[in-house]
């Protein structure tokens, strides 16, 4: 069983920067696309930011131009770069990894970590 594993939420002042992790338990075979995405209370879980096995990004209009997602096939570990953050950032981030072969989609999520930003 591949477990994603995320680090680096916490307590951000606006204007501050975070570096999130997503560390994978092992290599994790045919997969197409890794991508970041947040959810608040009582609210759906939204996109943030994708990036393909080719290296193609895609990002949420809010985070385009203040994020920025990147990989490293060699730890198995994905990164999202967080700079210039504003309070509405504030929400628990999930990593996710999209594995697609014989047996279809399957979809892998971290436990989720918590960024809050406020002074």
């Known amino acids: 069983q591949v477990q994603l594993v995320e680090s680096g939420g916490g307590l951000v002042q606006p204007g501050g920067s975070l570096r999130l992790s997503c560390a994978a338990s092992?290599?994790?075979?045919?997969?197409?696309?890794m991508g970041w995405y947040r959810q608040t209370p009582g609210n759906q879980r939204n996109l943030v930011a994708t990036?393909?096995?080719?290296?193609?990004?895609n990002y949420a209009d809010s985070v385009n131009g203040r994020f920025t997602i990147s990989r490293d096939d060699a730890k198995n570990t994905l990164y999202l770069q967080m700079n210039s953050l504003k309070p509405e950032d504030t929400a628990v981030y999930y990593c996710?990894?999209?594995?697609?072969?014989?047996?279809?989609?399957?979809?892998?999520w971290g436990q989720g970590t918590q960024v809050t930003v406020s002074s």
């Open positions: 996710n990894f999209v594995q697609v072969g014989w047996s279809g989609r399957i979809d892998f």
């Open positions: 990036i393909t096995s080719g290296g193609e990004s």
């Open positions: 092992r290599s994790i075979s045919s997969i197409v696309s």
